[in-house]
């Protein structure tokens, strides 16, 4: 069972201080990791979304999966929850090995995932979305499901714990309304209040912040530390760099399918190989006065021998 | 033109047999389609496998009618269990697919010239129901104020309309439980189910039997309402018919499948009754130049595909469905 909520505690100097002798490089070893990914690789055809050598996730800290398009961090992300199997490696959530493991035994192992687009069961109302993710649900057995009086209870206990969470959402005025009605940032906080209701030990959330106004943005900065708070671990794939220096105690940078850094957010955006992994190689480099001329020569040439393209761009860089 | 001889064939039609045997297809298919959005186009071949499991059982093999009907229900799971196992991991599409194909091919099997002596080919099967005639307790006609029953159509119909209230009983009481919810949920988003840990590939193959077996309990109505059997009674649009009937009561409501039936089943039959009667006689009301006699039982059905069309634009939720459920969807 997953570890049981722990309320006020500094969890945030916590994970600092768990952190603090971990070398800071591709792969290190971590004092408490709560997920162990080793040699995991997948192709699709000719190209390696993910070839990740090792990776440990170290346990109670909020850890951010960052790295340019297209560097396989949702690749990745679906092969540690089992969404996707890997063309080989091996990979463990609390020392079990999870390969060709079922997706919906790792939620129920306590690792449960959010999507990058909101998955909301839209013609359930937002309260039976909640009720869903309840686990070891006795009704949901075909003829248990005949005799109410064996889940009446557990139905209502799941509703009280479903009600909680959607008030600290702040969702509870919502509770009736089908859950395709809502906005894209309510579709957010409901993914991740329904993630809880599974009682996870690891949270994953496939880039939380994708599509929301700053206001909401907030909020869920604050839900994702309440996470940690209550002593889960937190995995995440963003692109807001704000975000990521804000709540993440640990960054870990893909590119081009390989972990390129790990470390503290501001040793990792201070390093050259993340700048040159997000930026491209020699980006900051001076050119000189000939070379500038030589490019734009070149462009010209380009241009006039192309006028097809040239009337594109306009449109092109609105 | 008598109209009161078109209402009451018109009565009849939308109350037995046919109302009957396409109420429990449906609640079937809503099972599938409505409540876990499975793409089942064979409803008839579940119809069919436990219809014929029920017949040949008896007239082929010689076992008892309370053997056979076990048999037939069997037959269907098997007929589910086979379907879902290689389709139910794949996208939604593949299980139309197969299951449309897999309804055919039952079909041709029973049908077959070198099966013949097992299921009688073309003929089909007759002479399996005499246990269940003999429990008819029914000893004269039954009126009914619209329209008289035989004894043996009293037996069918009062079996028949028993089952159907038993099964919307099941499907209500398993729809409403949290059973019910992972089905709703899988068909709004399967994904989304499966990383709240539930098992999708178990209950949809437990969606796709129990609403084959609710199939195949339809199939056993056709045999017993027609005292006989053969592959005509399963072919195709068998099944479109069923959808239309779902589609026009409501999908995922309790009742919708069986008042889309007995609505279906009536004004199909006003339909046909109506051009018929207009179209007989030395002087019809309807010209022979519009319309033949012969072609007057075929103009229902075009006049059935238009309704479909116009429901479909105007009332896409169905008689019992909820248009804001439909509104999320063109979002």
Redesign the interface.
């Known amino acids: 069972m997953p570890a049981e909520p722990v309320s006020t505690r500094n969890s945030a100097a916590e994970a600092l201080t768990a952190l603090r002798d971990v070398p800071r490089e591709p792969g290190s070893k971590k004092p408490d990791a709560i997920l162990v990914a080793d040699d995991i690789r997948r192709q699709f055809g000719g190209l390696v979304a993910v070839d990740v050598d090792h990776l440990e996730v170290q346990r109670g800290v909020i850890t951010a999966l960052i790295g340019p398009n297209g560097a396989g961090k949702t690749t990745f992300f679906n092969l540690l929850t089992c969404f996707d199997q890997p063309d080989r490696g091996a990979w463990s959530f609390n020392g079990r090995p999870l390969g060709r493991v079922p997706a919906y035994k790792v939620a129920r192992l306590g690792m449960v995932r959010t999507f990058q687009l909101t998955k909301v069961l839209s013609k359930l109302s937002v309260i039976e979305n909640m009720r869903l993710a309840a686990t070891g649900q006795s009704g949901e057995a075909f003829l248990t499901a005949l005799l109410p009086f064996r889940w009446r209870s557990q139905e209502m206990a799941n509703t009280d714990r479903a009600d909680d969470l959607l008030e600290r959402f702040k969702l509870d005025t919502k509770r009736e309304d089908f859950a395709g009605s809502l906005s894209g940032g309510q579709r957010k906080l409901l993914e991740m209040a329904r993630a809880l209701m599974v009682e996870p030990e690891l949270v994953m959330l496939d880039e939380p912040m994708a599509g929301v106004n700053p206001a909401l943005k907030q909020s869920l900065l604050g839900h994702v530390k309440t996470l940690r708070d209550e002593g889960r671990s937190v995995l995440f794939v963003e692109h807001d760099m704000d975000m990521v220096r804000d709540i993440s105690d640990w960054v870990v940078v893909m590119a081009q399918g390989r972990i390129v850094a790990e470390g503290p957010p501001e040793h990792v955006m201070a390093d050259p190989t993340v700048i040159d992994a997000y930026l491209g190689a020699h980006h900051d480099a001076a050119l000189t006065v000939e070379e500038e001329e030589a490019r734009l020569r070149e462009e010209q040439a380009s241009q006039s021998s192309a006028p097809a393209t040239h009337e594109e761009h306009p449109k092109e860089s609105r | 033109m008598d109209w009161g001889q078109i209402f009451e064939f018109s009565f009849r039609s939308a109350l037995t047999s046919d109302a009957i045997v396409y109420s429990m297809a449906a609640i079937g298919l809503n099972v599938h389609f409505g409540y876990t959005g499975l793409l089942n186009f064979g409803q008839a071949g579940f119809m069919a496998v436990a219809g014929y499991g029920l017949a040949a059982s008896v007239a082929t093999w010689g076992l008892s009618f309370w053997v056979a009907v076990p048999i037939g229900l069997a037959a269907a799971v098997v007929f589910a269990l086979l379907l879902g196992a290689p389709t139910l991991r794949l996208r939604a599409d593949y299980l139309a697919i197969v299951t449309i194909a897999a309804a055919e091919i039952i079909r041709i099997v029973v049908g077959s010239v070198s099966l013949s002596e097992y299921f009688g080919g073309r003929d089909g099967l007759q002479e399996f129901n005499q246990s269940f005639d003999a429990l008819n307790p029914y000893g004269r006609p039954l009126d009914l104020l619209l329209f008289r029953l035989r004894p043996d159509d009293a037996w069918v119909f009062t079996v028949g309309w028993v089952l159907v209230g038993l099964t919307v009983l099941?499907v209500w009481?398993?729809m409403r439980?949290?059973?019910?919810?992972?089905l709703?949920?899988i068909?709004?988003?399967e994904?989304?189910?499966?990383?709240?840990?539930?098992?999708?590939y178990g209950y949809k193959m437990?969606s796709l039997v129990?609403g084959g077996v609710i199939g195949g309990v339809a199939g056993f109505l056709v045999a017993l309402d027609q005292a006989a059997i053969n592959p005509e009674n399963f072919s195709t649009d068998v099944t479109f018919f069923a959808y239309t009937v779902l589609i026009l009561g409501g999908a995922a409501r309790v009742f919708g499948p069986v008042v889309g039936a007995i609505l279906f089943w009536f004004l199909i039959s006003v339909l046909g009754n109506f051009f018929t009667a207009a179209t007989a006689g030395v002087d019809p009301l309807i010209s022979p130049v519009l319309m033949t006699d012969t072609q007057a039982s075929l103009v229902r059905f075009i006049a059935a595909g238009l309704g479909l069309v116009l429901l479909v634009i105007f009332r896409p939720q169905g008689i019992f469905g909820d248009k804001?459920?439909i509104a999320?969807?063109a979002?």
């Open positions: 099941l009481a398993l439980s949290p059973w019910g919810r992972v709703k949920s068909r709004e988003d994904e989304a189910v499966r990383s709240l840990g539930k098992n999708v437990q129990l804001r459920e999320l969807d979002r």
